[in-house]
């Protein structure tokens, strides 16, 4: 059963029109997380919520930004897209506070942006 | 430096082989190391998983962790075409915080 799951699963959009994505866990982890994975590249972080608090990364640009209305769901939105911003988006979970950590993963939205 | 350093390869191996894979990093702080597996256009899934150094082994993988040297292998034994894939290592100081990805090694077992 998918635990972390990502809708949709493919997504495009057009240059500068507002895009959300959306991400939902059954695992009841406090911790999530968006990456940005372009090709043959490491997944690149985004920002994270740990539990309702949001950390930005500092080379995250503003275009980028997040919702978390509750602990199950946390969304990205990308206010104007751009041709650079096509890639697969992930989302994943941990659990915090735990002597041990790893993150789980949803399958990914792959974003093209025409 | 980057934080966490991989050779993406591709590697390209006979079934049965026996698969090294590896990574490298300079953070010191750093106690949780993860091998992901990533197929073509589909999100991570997590392989194995240890925390602080010394071996862990699961099936045909196997993960050691050398903080001494800041260095991390998974060992593929009797490599099979489905272990074809890219595979992440990543790391992290502490619970809740991020994950550092290496930039994955592309792996192909061929028949």
Request: with cysteine; net charge neutral.
């Given at each position: 059963?998918?635990?972390?799951?990502?809708?949709?699963?493919?997504?495009?959009?057009?240059?500068?029109?507002?895009?959300?994505?959306?991400?939902?866990?059954?695992?009841?982890?406090?911790?999530?997380?968006?990456?940005?994975?372009?090709?043959?590249?490491?997944?690149?972080?985004?920002?994270?919520?740990?539990?309702?608090?949001?950390?930005?990364?500092?080379?995250?640009?503003?275009?980028?930004?997040?919702?978390?209305?509750?602990?199950?769901?946390?969304?990205?939105?990308?206010?104007?897209?751009?041709?650079?911003?096509?890639?697969?988006?992930?989302?994943?979970?941990?659990?915090?506070?735990?002597?041990?950590?790893?993150?789980?993963?949803?399958?990914?939205?792959?974003?093209?942006?025409? | 430096?980057?934080?966490?350093?991989?050779?993406?390869?591709?590697?390209?191996?006979?079934?049965?082989?026996?698969?090294?894979?590896?990574?490298?990093?300079?953070?010191?702080?750093?106690?949780?190391?993860?091998?992901?597996?990533?197929?073509?256009?589909?999100?991570?899934?997590?392989?194995?998983?240890?925390?602080?150094?010394?071996?862990?082994?699961?099936?045909?993988?196997?993960?050691?962790?050398?903080?001494?040297?800041?260095?991390?292998?998974?060992?593929?034994?009797?490599?099979?075409?489905?272990?074809?894939?890219?595979?992440?290592?990543?790391?992290?100081?502490?619970?809740?915080?991020?994950?550092?990805?290496g930039t994955g090694t592309?792996?192909?077992?061929?028949?």
């Open positions: 059963d998918a635990m972390v799951i990502q809708n949709p699963r493919y997504q495009v959009t057009q240059f500068g029109k507002p895009v959300t994505l959306s991400c939902s866990q059954t695992l009841n982890h406090n911790v999530m997380y968006w990456y940005q994975q372009k090709s043959s590249q490491a997944p690149k972080l985004l920002f994270h919520y740990y539990d309702k608090d949001f950390n930005n990364e500092a080379d995250t640009p503003d275009n980028f930004q997040s919702r978390r209305p509750n602990t199950s769901f946390c969304f990205l939105d990308i206010r104007s897209p751009g041709l650079g911003d096509a890639a697969m988006y992930l989302c994943a979970t941990s659990r915090a506070g735990f002597w041990l950590d790893e993150a789980f993963f949803g399958q990914g939205t792959r974003l093209t942006v025409v | 430096q980057k934080e966490v350093e991989q050779d993406p390869g591709p590697l390209s191996v006979p079934e049965g082989a026996i698969v090294s894979l590896n990574c490298t990093y300079s953070n010191s702080a750093f106690q949780y190391f993860m091998w992901y597996r990533q197929y073509s256009r589909k999100g991570p899934e997590l392989l194995m998983y240890t925390y602080s150094s010394g071996n862990k082994e699961d099936g045909r993988f196997t993960a050691q962790v050398d903080k001494s040297s800041k260095y991390i292998s998974l060992f593929i034994r009797d490599s099979q075409p489905s272990d074809s894939a890219t595979y992440l290592c990543a790391m992290s100081r502490n619970t809740g915080n991020q994950f550092y990805f592309s792996l192909t077992v061929i028949p």
